[in-house]
T-cell receptor
Framework: GENVEQHPSTLSVQEGDSAVIKCTYSDSASNYFPWYKQELGKRPQLIIDIRSNVGEKKDQRIAVTLNKTAKHFSLHITETQPEDSAVYFCAASTGGFKTIFGAGTRLFVKA | GAVVSQHPSRVICKSGTSVKIECRSLDFQATTMFWYRQFPKQSLMLMATSNEGSKATYEQGVEKDKFLINHASLTLSTLTVTSAHPEDSSFYIC?????????????FGPGTRLTVT
């Protein structure tokens, strides 16, 4: 079955710096890769997603890249702000069905 | 936007009793809903995929007789934890996919914190 690995588990950056989180997946059939932000005690919120027919997608300060050959995808957050502090999860699925999540990255943005 | 609700948000029950958690899609229809379990500071673990009008598909290691799932309508799925034990204490989150739009996004409910004493 699908396995998603996520690194790093914890990331601390200074406000204004960039943050990068990386994930790898194992199932070549996976074609949808969402990223979620989860604040303590709250539901995961979709922040950006990418489909396998696209190599890169950007939404303001957030971008995601996908390398299908290497089976890895990354989240890039630029100009980080304290409110970006949260746990970020990558995920992989086939057709939006069975979705497997990475272990999560706890991001701390220091003011 | 698509909204998913869950009820109750918190529940405390005694060991040996059963607890039902409801997941509703409020403004869209969802043929497929998903149930996850999340332990503190850990990731979301898929427990089962709930399909309207048919049996749920359980992930390996999840006891279907203990975690009963019913998806009787296009807007409601329920998870019943039967004969609950303290080790079942966890954060249970559901999600739903909107039917018929071709969208792949999952919309998450706010979660239910179950504590078994």
């Amino acid at each position: 079955g699908e396995n998603v690995e996520q690194h790093p588990s914890t990331l601390s950056v200074q406000e204004g710096d960039s943050a990068v989180i990386k994930c790898t997946y194992s199932d070549s059939a996976s074609n949808y890769f969402p990223w979620y932000k989860q604040e303590l005690g709250k539901r995961p919120q979709l922040i950006i997603d990418i489909r396998s027919n696209v190599g890169e997608k950007k939404d303001q300060r957030i971008a995601v890249t996908l390398n299908k050959t290497a089976k890895h995808f990354s989240l890039h957050i630029t100009e980080t702000q304290p409110e970006d502090s949260a746990v970020y999860f990558c995920a992989a699925s086939t057709g939006g069905f069975k979705t497997i999540f990475g272990a999560g990255t706890r991001l701390f943005v220091k003011a | 936007g698509a909204v998913v609700s869950q009820h109750p948000s918190r529940v405390i029950c005694k060991s040996g009793t059963s607890v039902k958690i409801e997941c509703r899609s409020l403004d869209f229809q969802a043929t497929t809903m998903f149930w996850y379990r999340q332990f503190p500071k850990q990731s979301l673990m898929l427990m089962a995929t709930s399909n309207e009008g048919s049996k749920a598909t359980y992930e390996q290691g999840v006891e279907k007789d203990k975690f009963l799932i019913n998806h009787a309508s296009l807007t409601l799925s329920t998870l019943t934890v039967t004969s609950a034990h303290p080790e079942d204490s966890s954060f249970y989150i559901c999600s739903a996919r909107e039917t018929g739009t071709g969208g792949l996004e999952q919309y998450f409910g706010p979660g239910t914190r179950l504590t078994v004493t």
